[in-house]
């Protein structure tokens, strides 16, 4: 099963006291329904397997090291979808194809 869903808000969590997750984001579609969580785990721990729940919710872990990256994503482009491939448990947070240079400033 192969999910793409358009991502329309966010909220960043940072977390005190939990030692296996230091920042998380929640993904909402327009609708203001949950689609997505990202669970950022310390660079120094193995992540859990990448899943989706009976309702169509998607569960992506990645190293606490790549958050800056995924929130620079979130604030700066649109569209953007999560992306979730059930059968090799890959998951992405993907734009749209755009045209080189768009919205680009030197």
């Known amino acids: ?17 939990v030692p296996t997750t230091q920042v998380s984001i929640l993904l909402y579609d327009d609708n203001n329904a949950q689609i997505g969580h990202i669970i950022y785990r310390p660079d120094d721990q193995d992540l859990p397997e990448n899943r989706i729940t009976q309702t169509g919710m998607v569960f992506l872990y990645k190293h606490s090291s790549y958050a800056p990256v995924d929130i620079d994503i979130l604030r700066n ?4 979808f999560i992306q979730y491939n059930d059968n090799t448990k890959f998951g992405f947070i993907v734009t749209s194809a755009e045209p080189v240079g768009e919205e680009e400033l030197l």
């Open 77 to 80: 482009e649109k569209p953007l």
């Open 1 to 17: 099963m192969r999910i793409n869903k358009r991502i329309d808000r966010y909220l960043i969590t940072s977390h005190s006291g």
